[in-house]
């Protein structure tokens, strides 16, 4: 098992920054996938992107070109930087890690990002 916590979310106008972060409670050497997801209301939670043990990155091809994830092994953390932020981009956004790439999830307490116009 894994615990996520992620933090960093916030209100940001349009066309802003933001970074999360999220911190795994074990090697992220074990764990083979962590990344985000998005909620958004009335939505499903909708991937926003992935990044494996060895770096290879999957993004949302809302996000692409604007968000970018990263993680850092020895740390166990994973981070996703988001720029020119838009008001679509509001949702609660959790941090998830698979412990293989295709074993169950595990999911952070989420974390609100409200981007105003």
């Known amino acids: 098992q894994v615990q996520l916590v992620d933090s960093g979310g916030g209100l940001v106008q349009t066309g802003g920054s933001l970074s999360l972060s999220c911190a795994a409670s074990r090697s992220g050497f074990s764990i083979a996938t962590m990344g985000w997801y998005r909620q958004a209301p009335g939505k499903q939670r909708e991937l926003v992107a992935a990044i494996t043990r060895d770096g290879s990155t999957n993004y949302a091809d809302s996000v692409k070109g604007r968000f970018t994830i990263s993680r850092d092994n020895p740390k166990n953390t994973v981070s996703l930087r988001m720029n020119i932020l838009k008001s679509e981009d509001t949702a609660v956004y959790y941090c998830?890690?698979?412990?293989?790439?295709?074993?169950?999830?595990?999911w952070g307490q989420g974390t609100q990002v409200t981007v105003s116009s």
């Open positions: 998830f890690s698979r412990i293989r790439a295709d074993g169950q999830f595990y």
